[in-house]
């Protein structure tokens, strides 16, 4: 447990971005639209964050609620205007109706952001088979972390999936972190820093008002506190 932990936190404005920075986040996830799970934000809104903070971002790329990719020109034209924005990390993911990943979506996306760094988001989740899908997507160029629950329900249900799966790092498919997110509490933290979960995401635990208000600083900085077990 002596490498320093991720804390990535999701946020939605400028507000956001500098409360989650002073808190001590290591990286933001930017979104538009949590009555959806998170959507691809406006290019002005990516702008205005990236010059606001200097930590790491990484943009949603998805254009409509659920996993399925839609209409894959248009995922395409918003990597185009996020990497005009600034944006030089990105989340996506996309699964066709039986549950195995949407390649060609995943493909042509990854194709605009021309190596940037990635994460494959909770679809993982959704997946009919997280190992096949893992192995699917091994060797895509920029794909460096996986962020899951470990299970659809969150993650109470998912921790046996997680302490399996960060067992297993550095095999074919399993090089990527493991980001744990979806129902993560301070409670879980210590079984799965055990484990050797270095990623760690948050939302509404960000959040002491909920979704309707800001990130909260001191909310923050109290998960810091935690991942570096102080």
């Known amino acids: 447990m002596s490498t320093r932990a991720v804390l990535e936190v999701i946020a939605l404005d400028v507000e956001d971005a500098v409360a989650a920075q002073a808190g001590g986040a290591d990286r933001l996830e930017l979104v538009t ?13 990516v702008a205005a964050i990236r010059a606001a ?14 996993f399925a990719a839609g209409r894959v020109d248009l995922l ?4 185009r205007a996020m990497r005009g924005a600034g944006a030089s990390e990105f989340v996506l993911g996309f699964l066709d109706p039986h549950g195995g990943v ?4 995943v493909e ?3 194709a605009e952001i021309e190596g940037c760094p990635w994460t494959f988001h909770r679809a993982i989740d959704r997946a009919a088979d997280r190992d096949a899908l893992r192995k699917q997507l091994d060797g895509l160029p920029g794909l460096d972390t996986y962020l899951t629950a470990g299970s659809a329900t969150g993650v109470d249900d998912g921790l046996p999936t997680l302490v399996a799966e960060a067992a297993r790092r550095g095999e074919p498919g399993y090089e990527q972190q493991i980001l744990v997110g979806g129902g993560l509490r301070l409670d879980h933290v210590p079984r799965l820093r055990e484990a050797g979960v270095e990623g760690f995401h948050i939302g509404g635990a960000a959040r002491p008002a909920g979704w309707s208000g800001p ?16």
């Open 102 to 105: 949407d390649v060609y979506a």
């Open 53 to 66: 903070v200097d930590i790491p971002l990484r943009v949603m790329l998805r254009l409509a609620d659920g």
């Open 76 to 79: 395409a034209d918003a990597a």
């Open 33 to 45: 639209d949590m009555a959806a799970d998170g959507l691809t934000p406006r290019a002005t809104t």
């Open 215 to 230: 990130v909260s600083a001191q909310a923050v900085a109290e998960w810091r506190r935690v991942l570096d077990g102080d």
């Open 108 to 110: 042509r996306v990854v």
